[in-house]
């Protein structure tokens, strides 16, 4: 019988020739990526007793360090910057050197960027958005930083293989219409379990048609599904972004025919809309139309979910020539200074700037709340990934959830706003 | 693994414990004993008034959904809460409570089988875990914990698991 | 009888008066008030009871975006809200929100004070608008009283004038120059006093680069740092103004407690070393000290030209990678203005942060803050101890010298590069 990709890619990691779903297994980690936390591993190490903490990992060349959560450090608080000066320390007591510091840019963004995200590899980072390496037809998921000082110990952990549930998603997407709304449909109409404990195959004429930066956000956001892994297929899109960049050589994964499937959802992409989650989850999610009464505060579009290029040029193009809602705070974060680049080659940041749009530098801090805190009562309309009580700020502050161009529309108007209404 | 009985008084949440509730991003930074002041306080302020050493924390769909971070577990420790249970768990949510050494388990319908205040008792046998409301009756039964997450429980969590393991020498 | 310096003419035209002279004390109307921080002065409000509006909602400018361009804390966030709410209910029109910048370089850009005008701000570099011959000087809780009234007492201050002359060697910049008065006046050396500059080298600068050597006068100790007004100010100042103005020129015969006389030519690169800004040093005197950190922006060097200056020695040039690089423009309009000249590119080829507009880690507020046993060079103008954590060095330099020192990954003579 035929396997899923999560099957064949944790069979390999394996050194098996086939696995089945609901076995354990050990799977050897090809790379992973650890970001602010690292230094937290190394002091769970002394509390646990272990003497000189953390002092090698079992290959360098398979740890990417960062700084992005709060990058460059912030706040009135030396403890912040204390901790950074301890990251620098370890990194150079360890000696790893693929260290980014405060100045690449969000994880999974500059881990796509610099091509240490391969496909048919295995990637574990402690955060839950790593499943967005799925989208390049890479087993991403996410561990503690506890479990990862295992892995750093021995390049490998245990894992039970999922089941897979297969996304169809035919039809061609309306203007206005984007991917970060198939994924909404998927969670407003199955719920934030339909994908627990499951690898999610994404596929059909529409995904195939997606670029890159929509099947990121799709899998980036997948694990608010549940998911354990969220996967689409190696296609030419996918082979020209990462041969000129790939750390190392690769072999994609695809499905076999015969691969078993617990349960197939279908997507008809030509009947969504632009959708909206509403507070305080990704449950409750209705056309953007329908909260067209809700006024804003904030506007955010960034984050490993929408930072890309393609999600600040929809602001730009939804923006150009128009001013953000003077009542409004917009902010513009690129998910790394090198769509910051690329973004700004292309005219979009200047544009925005025009338009009063706070363009910050890439990092964390607006998805997190950590900058550009929410006062109660305030409410903020964001594409980022996660809209929960108490997320981005004040528990009393309300936080919707939608696409770049959705957030864009709203920025201007000042109220939630069907985006095909100003395109 | 080894029959373990855990024998608490519920503290009991609802659907959808998120860990941006548990472990707010604000407090977060402040260190543990901070946090643990305002764990929960988006749904429930003052949560740690009503948390004693010993409690089972009992909760609805998706316990622990959302961010990975740790503290969201390793509040559990300092809260001395002795297992969670809920109706699903998360996945990385579980996956960090196993590796801190919190037993959790998700059991599909406690939830309606205890209420606040409660008593708990789960008894962890080599065929079946059982939880049973010792209050007012009822009782669920669940498979035992896989036995790769048993050895991570048992060694008390991945820490200790990785002393042991580097001092057997690699 | 002699003739009065800038600083008295002004005082005396605001103060309804013929003339006034050093000792008096003088009732002044203020044509514009800064704030950044209002939140207090807001609750004294309250506390009092009875405070309806400002005197003048056209005269008061409030820039919650100056020190944080993100509130990067619940409490600035709330704090925030509430300042916006009651920026509404007192009247205030003005009110630069969240990423629109550094209020000084905006009160001078947004045309909120003009020659000969009084402005008065809760900040010590208000100091910075005298670049324009506006008599600028700073105070703090006392504006609560000036909100309501719309006047300040002044002691009327002997001045001191401050002659530039000559021309300065490549490599060699306003800031140097601003260093260099700084460190020979000393922190003190202007207490209670006025500073006024002229001499041909002041008058070939730009308005923001004037705006320097204002700026630093209060490190000096001084109530003001003035200009005459002049055929640059006039340029600057056309179509800006919100009002029409009458510039106040100095009387020949105009008395000086004190004038100094500096040639420029001679100058090297200076760099004011720990723990004072007034502590001005030749820059060679500190080549060799390693940095980790180097910044680019904050009111005395977040202006497009002190961000040319910086690209200058970045271009084709990588940041060392012992050493984050901070570029934080004044404002919008700065920022705007560096995408379309590709300095935004320079930058991020060379592997800077560039941040939205404000103030900068000037106060190790919002983003950037040191740690321990770290050193910073920067084109800010302060450097006290305690503004970051408690074991580490600050700099202040050219943004010649600053880039440079990000290059090398210590303090070096920036002229290599260029």
């Excluded at chain 2, 049973?132 to 035992?144: D, F, I, K, Q």
């Excluded at chain 3, 009732?27 to 950044?36: G, K, N, S, T």
Aim: charged content about 20%; hydrophobic content about 40%; some cysteine.
């Amino acid at each position: 019988m035929g396997m899923t990709m999560a099957e064949k890619i944790l069979a390999r990691q394996s050194g098996r020739k086939e696995v089945r779903s609901g076995e354990y297994v050990t799977a050897k980690v090809d790379q992973v990526c650890i970001y602010d936390s690292f230094i937290d591993i190394d002091k769970g190490m002394e509390e646990a007793g272990i003497e000189g903490g953390l002092q090698r990992v079992w290959d360098k060349e398979r740890v990417v360090i960062l700084i992005d959560h709060g990058a460059p450090a912030m706040d009135k608080n030396v403890k912040m910057a204390q901790k950074h000066v301890a990251i620098r320390n370890l990194v150079k007591k360890v000696g790893l050197p693929h260290f980014f510091d405060v100045k690449a840019g969000i994880c999974h963004q500059v881990m796509v960027d610099k091509g240490y995200i391969l496909p048919g590899s295995f990637v574990v980072v402690p955060d839950s958005h790593t499943t967005i390496y799925g989208a390049l037809n890479c087993g991403g998921t996410g561990i503690g930083e506890t479990e990862m000082a295992w892995v750093l110990h021995f390049g490998e952990l245990w894992f039970q293989v999922p089941s897979t549930l297969k996304v169809e998603v035919s039809g061609a997407l309306p203007d206005g219409v984007t991917a970060k709304d198939i994924f909404l449909h998927v969670s407003g109409t199955y719920g934030t379990e339909v994908g627990q404990y499951k690898s999610l195959e994404w596929t059909g004429p529409t995904i195939d048609d997606l670029s890159l930066d929509g099947r990121l956000c799709i899998a980036n956001q997948s694990v608010e599904l549940g998911a354990k892994f969220s996967l689409f297929q190696a296609d030419q899109k996918t082979l020209d972004f990462v041969k000129s960049r790939a750390v190392r050589s690769y072999e994609p994964v695809a499905p076999d025919r015969d691969a078993t499937y617990e349960t197939t959802i279908t997507v008809n992409a030509a009947q969504l809309e632009p959708l909206v989650a509403q507070p305080h989850g990704l449950e409750v999610v209705h056309p953007a139309a329908h909260y067209r009464q809700v006024k804003i505060n904030q506007a955010n579009i960034g984050g490993c979910a929408n930072g890309r290029l393609e999600d600040i040029a929809w602001a730009a193009r939804i923006m150009k020539g128009k001013t953000v809602h003077p009542e409004v705070r917009c902010i513009v974060g690129p998910a790394s200074w090198v769509v910051y680049k690329e973004a700004m080659q292309a005219g979009y940041l200047e544009t925005l700037i025009d338009a009063g749009v706070i363009v910050c530098h890439p990092h964390c801090g607006p998805c997190t709340g950590m900058m550009g805190a929410l006062a109660p009562g305030e409410v903020c309309i964001t594409a980022t990934s996660r809209n929960f009580k108490g997320r981005m700020g004040s528990p009393e502050a309300n936080i919707y959830l939608a696409s770049p161009a959705t957030v864009a529309a709203s920025a201007l108007a000042g109220h939630i706003v069907d985006p095909r209404e100003v395109i | 693994m080894a029959e373990r009985i855990i024998k608490g008084k519920v503290v009991k949440l609802g659907d959808y414990v998120n860990t941006d509730v548990i472990s707010p991003g604000r407090w977060m930074r402040e260190g543990l004993e901070v946090l643990r002041l305002h764990t929960m306080e988006a749904i429930r302020p003052d949560f740690y008034k009503d948390v004693q050493p010993g409690d089972i924390l009992v909760g609805g769909r998706n316990f622990g959904c959302g961010s990975h971070r740790e503290p969201a577990t390793a509040i559990m420790e300092v809260l001395g809460i002795a297992a969670i249970v809920a109706d699903s768990v998360a996945r990385l949510y579980y996956r960090n409570a196993i590796a801190f050494g919190i037993p959790v388990f998700a059991v599909e319908g406690i939830s309606r089988m205890v209420e606040e205040g409660e008593e708990l008792e789960i008894t962890l046998g080599a065929e079946r875990v059982t939880f049973r409301n010792t209050t007012r009756g009822g009782e669920l039964s669940a498979l035992p914990i896989p036995e790769t997450m048993a050895k991570v429980l048992e060694a008390g969590g991945v820490y200790k698991l990785l002393k042991q393991r580097l001092a057997e020498g690699i | 009888m002699s003739g009065h310096t800038l600083t008295e003419k002004i005082l005396a035209k605001a103060s309804g008066k013929k003339e006034v002279s050093p000792g008096e004390i003088v009732i002044a109307r203020v044509d514009a008030l800064f704030m950044h921080s209002p939140r207090y002065k807001f609750k004294h409000f309250e506390k009092i009871g009875g405070v309806k509006s400002v005197w003048d909602g056209d005269k008061v400018i409030v820039a919650v975006g100056h020190h944080q361009f993100l509130p990067s804390s619940q409490e600035y966030a709330d704090a925030v809200t509430f300042v916006r709410k009651e920026c509404k209910r007192y009247g205030i029109k003005h009110l630069y929100d969240m990423g629109t910048g550094n209020g000084h370089y905006l009160m001078l850009e947004k045309g909120h004070v003009w020659p000969g005008a009084v402005a008065v701000g809760s900040d010590s570099h208000t100091t910075a608008y005298g670049c324009i011959g506006c008599l600028a000087s700073p105070m703090n809780f006392e504006t609560s009283e000036v909100m309501l009234s719309g006047k300040a007492w002044f002691k009327v201050p002997p001045t001191l004038l401050v002659k530039l002359e000559g021309t300065v060697k490549r490599g060699v910049s306003a800031r140097d120059v601003a260093q260099h008065v700084l460190g020979i006046v000393g922190a003190d050396g202007a207490l209670w006093h006025a500073v006024e500059f002229d001499g041909a080298y002041l008058r070939r600068l730009s308005i923001q680069q004037r705006m320097i050597f204002s700026l630093l006068t209060t490190e000096m100790g001084a109530m003001c740092g003035m200009m005459e007004t002049d055929a640059v100010t006039l340029a600057y100042m056309e179509g800006r103004s919100r009002q029409p103005f009458e510039p106040v020129y100095r009387d020949t015969d105009a008395r000086y407690a004190k004038v100094l006389e500096i040639d420029v030519s001679e100058l090297e690169p200076q760099i004011a070393v720990p723990p004072q800004p007034s502590y001005t040093k030749p820059l060679a005197d500190a080549a060799g000290k390693k940095v980790q950190q180097a910044y680019v922006g904050g009111c005395t060097g977040g202006g497009i030209e002190d961000m040319r200056m910086a690209a200058e020695v970045m271009r084709g040039r990588k940041v060392h990678p012992e050493v984050r690089l901070i570029v934080v423009p004044g404002t919008v309009a700065v920022f705007e203005q560096m995408m379309k000249e590709g300095l935004v590119e320079v930058f991020t080829s060379a592997g800077a942060l560039i941040t939205p507009p404000y103030c900068g880690p000037c106060q190790m507020i919002c983003v950037g803050h040191l740690g321990e046993g770290e050193t910073m060079i920067g084109t800010h103008p302060r450097n006290l101890p305690g503004r970051a954590a408690a074991d580490t060095e600050i700099y202040l330099a050219s943004p010649y010298s600053t880039a440079a020192a990000a290059v090398a990954g210590e303090i070096t003579d920036p002229r290599q590069y260029l």
